[in-house]
Nanobody, 120 residues
Framework: QVQLVESGGGLVRPGGSLRLSCVAS????????MGWFRQAPGKERELIAA????????YHADSVKGRFTISRDYTKNTVDLQMNSLKPEDTAVYYC?????????????WGQGTQVTVSS
């Protein structure tokens, strides 16, 4: 069992930056693939970034590539999402998730979500 708690969401102007953080507790953090998803109103939830147990070759969706960066800290049991050059279309609820499969595989544990709103 893994418990995930996200933080760092908020309101930001277009072009601004935010850093989301997800703290994991419970079973060994290093055993899990970690992902960040988002869901905008009226849209399906999408995987936007993921990082493997070893943190090699992280995945970023085309929609965020070059603007967002996923990273993980094994000493703090955290996975962060640095978001730069934010756009209004990045507005969504952002979720942290953990799984034992591949980067685009199934995720078994989810956080409660944190709202990100990009607006002038």
């Amino acid at each position: 069992q893994v418990q995930l708690v996200e933080s760092g969401g908020g309101l930001v102007r277009p072009g601004g930056s935010l850093r989301l953080s997800c703290v994991a507790s419970g079973r060994a953090f290093s055993a899990y693939t970690m992902g960040w998803f988002r869901q905008a109103p009226g849209k399906e939830r999408e995987l936007i970034a993921a990082i493997s147990r070893t943190a090699y070759f992280p995945y970023h969706a085309d929609s965020v590539k070059g603007r967002f960066t996923i990273s993980r800290d094994y000493t703090k049991n955290t996975v962060d999402l640095q978001m730069n050059s934010l756009k209004p279309e990045d507005t969504a609820v952002y979720y942290c998730a953990a799984g034992l499969g591949s980067l685009k595989g199934e995720y078994d544990y989810w956080g409660q979500g944190t709202q990100v709103t990009v607006s002038s």
